[in-house]
T-cell receptor, first 115, second 112 residues
């Protein structure tokens, strides 16, 4: 059973297009995240949602819009794709309800290439 | 503000040699620290968290608040340890969830 699954795994698209990456977790967690790993392997949080509510929004361009239809899903929609958006996008989840020892579980990543 | 520093971008050791991956942090509160490992083109996997004080795959890490460090150590490196290692600092949000701030990562290469 895959705990955090995201689709598609690979996505090649042209500049200016709009694309979505979907994420689902079956761990019963309350909190979900999107992280971005750039070409230099730097990892940075983009968003987090807790029970469908936005908690963290890390100065991401508003071309990126997360949507959480329920607490098991957090999708990422990107408008007007730019070359600089090429990266690996990781979805993740955690229990999120208490401080201390909150392990964050990551999906396998979605490799986005904008040409 | 929270910050994590991993000074080595690449660490190359021979099989059987000791390994130490350095991690320093700055954080005004009580830190919660983790080590994550990423094998080639795979997901990030939790390796260690300082709260549990466990040893996974022979790796250990001790939180040193005086030196603000959380170095990852293994006495004898194995070929399968070759991977990217990230140190991360967690901050809890009262609205729910945690924000992980990652270091820049250290690529460990174990040579035969």
């Amino acid at each position: 059973d895959t705990a955090v699954s995201q689709t598609p795994k690979y996505l090649v698209t042209q500049m200016g297009n709009d694309k979505s990456i979907k994420c689902e977790q079956n761990l019963g967690h309350d909190t979900m995240y999107w992280y971005k790993q750039d070409s230099k392997k730097f990892l940075k949080i983009m968003f987090s949602y807790n029970n469908k509510e936005l908690i963290i929004n890390e100065t991401v361009p508003n071309r990126f819009s997360p949507k959480s239809p329920d607490k098991a899903h957090l999708n990422l929609h990107i408008n007007s794709l730019e070359l600089g958006d090429s990266a690996v996008y990781f979805c993740a989840s955690s229990q999120g309800t208490f401080r201390g020892g909150n392990t964050i579980y990551f999906g396998e990543g979605s490799w986005l290439t904008v040409v | 503000a929270q910050r994590v520093t991993q000074p080595e971008k690449l660490l190359s050791v021979f099989k059987g040699a000791p390994v130490e991956l350095k991690c320093n942090y700055s954080y005004s509160g009580s830190p919660e620290l983790f080590w994550y490992v990423q094998y080639s083109r795979q997901r990030l996997q939790l390796l260690l968290r300082h709260i549990s004080r466990e040893s996974i795959k022979g790796f250990t890490a001790d939180l040193n608040k005086g030196e603000t460090s959380f170095h990852l150590k293994k006495p004898f490196a194995q070929e399968e340890d070759s991977a990217m290692y990230y140190c991360a600092l967690s901050r809890f949000f009262t609205g729910g969830g945690n924000k992980l701030t990652f270091g820049t990562g250290t690529q460990l290469k174990v040579e035969l």
